[in-house]
């Protein structure tokens, strides 16, 4: 597609369940990331891939979370247990590599736990 | 870690009226870029300014790394300028795009 497309766009979990959010990048883009981004704060980094390889993912904020992107190309970010400190908009992006390079950001999931 | 932070806050303005961003870090980096978020939440990647000065329309944006500072100017704004406006640095030089974000300046351009 033309840009960075994310789904589900909107999701309500009850506190407990888990939750799967989708990451479709821009076509041929080597370089996929997530970001957090709580209400009024900036984004916050998560995890970085290059093609299926996962470089970092320094920023998940616990054993709960996990990602894969195992053909290189979409992207899946999982959320076990879920529980309110989780709301937040989770952020996608993707981008060519090298210095210099723009980075596209999807619209985001919109995570409630209720 | 790095600090960034990013000054006034929250901006009103005018329709028509220019403005000065600015984004204060507290190490050296090298990668630096602004981005506008709309009301939507979409993010729009403007600026990919390490050092310099670089210009795109109504925009203009100057980074002095010497000094640890970068400034974003909007002139003539217009009401589909708000939204809120990041500064993003990363520190390692691998081109991976691995962004630090500051808290963002709300910008409303009223009519």
């Known amino acids: 597609g033309a840009g960075v497309s994310q789904s589900p766009r909107y999701k309500v979990a009850k506190r407990g369940q888990d939750v799967a959010l989708r990451c479709d990048p821009i076509?041929?883009?080597?370089?996929l990331f997530w970001y957090q981004q709580a209400l009024g704060q900036g984004p916050e980094f998560l995890t970085y891939f290059q093609n299926e390889a996962q470089l970092d993912k320094s920023g998940l904020p616990s054993d709960r979370f996990f990602a894969e992107r195992p053909e290189g190309s979409v992207s899946t970010l999982k959320i076990q247990r879920t529980q309110q400190e989780d709301s937040a908009v989770y952020l996608c992006?993707?981008?060519?590599w090298g210095l210099g390079n723009t980075i596209y950001f999807g619209e985001g999931s919109w995570l409630t736990v209720v | 870690g790095i600090q960034v932070e990013q000054s006034p806050p929250d901006l009103i303005l005018q329709e028509g009226a220019n403005s000065t961003l600015r984004c204060n870090f507290s190490d050296s980096v090298n990668n630096l870029q602004w981005f506008h978020q709309n009301p939507w939440g979409q993010l729009i990647n403007l600026f990919y300014i390490p050092s310099g000065t670089k210009q795109n329309g109504r925009l203009s944006a100057t980074t002095v790394a010497t000094e640890r500072y970068s400034l974003l100017y909007i002139s003539s704004s217009q009401t589909t300028d708000s939204g809120v406006y990041f500064c993003a640095v990363e520190q390692g030089r691998t081109g991976a795009n691995n962004l630090f974000f500051g808290t963002g300046t709300r910008l409303t351009v009223i009519p």
């Open positions: 992006a993707s981008s060519g």
């Open positions: 076509s041929g883009h080597v370089s």
